[in-house]
DNA sequence: ATATTTGTTAACCAAATGGTTAAACCGCAT
DNA sequence: ATGCGGTTTAACCATTTGGTTAACAAATAT
């Protein structure tokens, strides 16, 4: 029977967190083991296990993570709403949930660059973002008069890296900007309608 | 004296080569200096001959990295030409550019992560680009009328974010919007010109 | 020619690292 | 109390890895 179940419970979910800290701050090829332990607080043959080797929970580390990233997409490419309130509902729901994961998107990003394989099988999942129903809605818009014709794709492209940029690219626009972490911030907080408006005024029909 | 002058010069440049090739698609961590031995066809220790450490080759790798992307950002930031004509080409130019190095962002943006003190010694540089000039040119066609009021970091940002994204993130776009690497290579030709248009759409008066 | 400097290599080394093992530990059912 | 299953640890192991060394080769200066 299973006992102890409290206790080892607690001690598998210990290590996904220290894993995700350390996975996420320093990437597969920088992240080590005994930091993993240590910052779990726990012997480092734990991990091993609980998670036979470093490539599985790296990816039970990544997959939660996309896991995390995924319905943040979806919600703007699966609602009914318009284009216009889409666009404003994903910015401000983005970057307010990024602002409490400022790790994720570069790790995912650079996870994916560095196997490219590593995407079919997310693609495989259930409730991997789909597209085509942002691409109707946007032609129906379009048809409307209500946007200016615009290729899906390329929207769709616009509005995420608009939206992740800040986060990807963090040390070389505060370098570059001048700002320092609290200004930073503020900048950030500022994008949340700033983009919105951005784009809309972009593709909006007048 | 200096002799043998064409043999070494060109195992050093060989190294840098070889090593350029394998820091920007495997990075710091995952670079090996075995292979980049292996890769340039010579033997390890002519690593330590020519560069001291895998830190200090890695430095000469990234800063002539970046020696190539500071110039791209200084072009749309130093000249006189209008807001609308500074977008139009540095789009042109730093895509054009690019999909000739397309490891560069992502090596760039990925090292400034892994370590933020990195990029304090690259402001120092001159040449580093500046936005001051920028920022004076976005506020007069402002208060001509030419463009809409818009935050000229959030500006630039946005500029370079429309610019470098499709790079970053090319195996998540790839996958969300089921391109193969043939019609990505058409999409981001597309964006040469779309983007700039984008861009422009939103903030020019009428 | 030959001494000297520079370039190159094979062999080697110490530290780090992912992973394993055997023994100890702990809560519980009998 | 004893046995048993899951849990935890310290010690250990094999391999990888950045880096060094000592000897050798090649080019140049004298």
Redesign the interface.
């Known amino acids: 029977m299973q006992m102890a179940k409290s206790k080892d419970k607690n001690t598998e979910e210990q290590i996904l967190i220290a894993a995700k800290s350390v996975f996420q701050s ?2 597969m ?2 992240a080590r083991m005994q930091e993993i332990a240590d910052n779990a607080g726990i012997n480092k043959a734990m991990l091993h296990y609980y998670y036979r080797s470093k490539q599985l929970l790296f990816e039970a580390v990544f997959n939660h993570a996309f896991s995390l990233l995924a319905p943040q ?1 979806n919600a703007i490419l699966n609602d009914d709403a318009s284009i216009e309130e889409k666009i404003k509902n994903f910015t401000l729901n983005y970057t307010t949930f990024m602002m409490k994961h400022p790790y994720l998107p ?1 790790f ?3 996870e ?3 196997n ?1 394989d ?3 099988k ?2 495989e999942n259930t409730g ?2 789909n ?1 085509e129903k942002f691409k109707i809605n946007v032609q129906e818009e379009i048809n409307q008069g209500l946007i ?1 014709p ?2 899906a ?2 929207l ?3 509005i ?3 939206n ?3 986060f ?12 320092d972490e609290k200004s930073y911030k503020t ?1 950030v907080e ?2 949340k309608s ?2 919105a408006n ?2 809309i ?3 909006k029909n ?1």
């Open positions: 320093k990437g090829n920088g997409l570069n995912i990003i650079q994916l660059n560095r490219e590593f995407i079919e997310l693609k991997f973002p597209l200016k615009i290729d794709d390329q769709f492209v616009n995420i890296a608009l992740i940029f800040p990807l690219g963090k040390p070389l626009i505060k370098a570059l900007t001048n700002k900048f500022s994008r700033d983009v951005f784009i005024n972009s593709i007048t």
